[in-house]
């Protein structure tokens, strides 16, 4: 087990700094053990499993988080706001991509009044998440669009049957789409099973 953490950046909206440390604790325990922290007897869990706050401060007028996830042209009022910095083991992301956004984001994405605005990987995370296989370029190569924007199509909805599915595809490929997402492409529903669904379409 690495000894490491990574931190989260979350924005709260909150009226004092006592709330907003309140909110930034639910986040802490949320994000992590999800269970009653007063009822936690171990203390390997209580000190290196729970989420660490390491930081919260109120948002500065110049901070480049104020307007993220807020609608254009809105006027923010900063006194509202503050920034919780929260660390986690890393070994709580089992270094999987989506345990990793279910410890970054989770039960706090439900919430209206706190926003992730940043993440801080450590060594191990560089590591394991190298970022994109192709990157952009990589990406454009393979749909053989070197310039222009590229242009993405969605087959839906949930329930279409498979022939009409892969109709799409087909019209959307000669309307010029580059790329098309099976937006539930991972699953077998018994209406669609999947590899019928990535034969026709394909």
């Known amino acids: 087990m690495k000894d490491e953490r990574f931190i989260v950046t979350y924005r709260i909206e909150a009226s004092t700094y006592e709330e907003a440390k309140s909110i930034a604790w639910a986040v802490q325990v949320e994000q992590t053990i999800e269970f009653p922290y007063e009822f936690v007897t171990n203390p ?6 729970t989420g660490r706050l390491e930081s ?70 560089y590591d394991v998440f190298k970022g994109p296989r192709f990157g952009l370029q990589g990406i454009r190569r393979l749909v053989e669009t070197p310039t222009r924007p590229m242009i993405q199509a969605v087959v839906k909805p949930m329930g279409t049957p498979n022939v009409e599915l892969a109709r ?21 529903q018994s209406f669609s099973q999947y590899k019928d669904r990535v034969k026709r379409c394909a």
Not at 44 to 49: A, G, S, V
Not at 105 to 122: M, R, Y
């Open 56 to 125: 919260l401060e109120p948002i500065v007028e110049d901070s480049p988080y104020i307007n993220v996830g807020v609608m254009p042209n809105a006027v923010i009022d900063t006194s509202r706001y503050y920034l919780a910095r929260i660390s986690y083991h890393v070994d709580t992301t089992a270094l999987e991509a989506t345990q990793f956004l279910n410890v970054v984001f989770g039960n706090s994405s439900l919430q209206p009044h706190i926003w992730v605005v940043d993440i801080e990987l450590c060594p191990t995370l």
């Open 44 to 49: 390997y869990i209580k000190e290196t499993i």
């Open 168 to 188: 799409m595809c087909g019209a959307y490929t000669r309307g010029g789409a580059d790329v098309i997402k099976d937006d539930h492409g991972i699953s077998n």
